[in-house]
């Protein structure tokens, strides 16, 4: 869902509907319900990961976060985001501008598209590039033939990474800059705007939380990517592994200590990207109600 459509601030002092307006047992029934559910499955396994990896002490935490191979998977995962996020904001801008402001031939199509990577597995989606660029699939033996490998590599792993993230940044960005209109951007160029000062001055400070969302969303996806991940990158150990498989070869290997320290960096960068994408949401959901009181004349 986008954050457009999730987020819509109750601007109106207009009583509540009777469906949602009565039984306060039920809506306390239901949030019970949620909170115990977010519990379950959310809280409770991440207080016991971080209850696991400090389990035996700061000294050996830090040791597991500093090992050679830890090192290696955590600089691979920060670059591999470093390249992806914007190589898919810079396409998600430039596809998000073309579906909202034109009407084209094959617009749906691109739409589906750009969606394939929500419906397809992350192990298909390896699988396919195994097939594209494997020593046995189409491009693979000519690749070889000019010494190019990219299976097996960090090449790899940062094509799967920004196939699986492309839709974040569009698919937040299309449904605001459609509710927008063209309106404003017309008018800046009736008056003599070029086309970048209309989108540097117009275009981007209206969908700047959108987008900023968006980049959030995608960079998490980014760094916690991993069954397309598993299948490309042949888990080499110091070379090709990234955060999500150091903590699986980790636990395979019985190294459970180290596995959860790796897991609980992991969990605090997730829960990094929470913050800001809730003041985001905040900052939105404010700007929104400021519109809604400006449009009503309050």
């Known amino acids: 869902m986008s954050i457009a459509t999730s987020i819509q601030p109750h601007a109106s002092s207009s009583p509540l509907p009777a469906a949602v307006g009565e039984s306060a047992w039920v809506r306390r029934t239901l949030i019970a319900i949620a909170l115990g559910f977010i519990s379950l499955v959310l809280l409770m396994p991440l207080v016991l990961v971080f209850t696991y990896a400090f389990g035996e002490g700061l000294q050996v935490y830090l040791a597991a976060i500093r090992e050679t191979d830890s090192l290696s998977a955590i600089r691979l995962t920060l670059i591999t985001a470093a390249i992806v996020v914007p190589l898919n904001t810079v396409f998600g801008v430039a596809a998000a501008w073309a579906i909202a402001k034109f009407d084209f031939r094959g617009k749906s199509v691109l739409i589906t598209i750009i969606d394939l990577p929500f419906a397809i597995s992350p192990v298909v989606v390896g699988m396919i590039f195994i097939l594209l660029f494997g020593a046995r699939g189409w491009f693979g033996p000519t690749l070889s033939e000019w010494g190019i490998q990219i299976i097996f590599t960090p090449l790899a792993i940062i094509i799967v990474s920004a196939f699986g ?33 209309t989108f540097w001055r117009i275009t981007l400070p209206n969908i700047k939380w959108g987008l900023i969302y968006g980049v959030i969303l995608c960079n998490a996806r980014a760094m916690g990517e991993f069954g397309s991940v598993y299948v490309v990158s042949g888990r080499i150990r110091g070379e090709t592994n990234t955060m999500p498989l150091h903590i699986e070869v980790l636990y395979n290997d019985y190294m459970f200590t180290a596995s959860f320290a790796v897991a609980s960096l992991l969990a605090m960068l997730a829960l990094v990207t929470l913050v800001v994408k809730s003041v985001v949401e905040w900052k939105i959901a404010r700007d929104l109600a400021i519109a809604t009181r400006e449009s009503s004349g309050e």
């Open 165 to 197: 993230t492309m839709p974040f940044v569009v698919r937040e960005l299309i449904p605001l800059m459609q509710a927008q209109g063209t309106e404003e951007e017309q008018s800046a160029l009736t008056l003599g705007a070029s086309g970048f000062q």
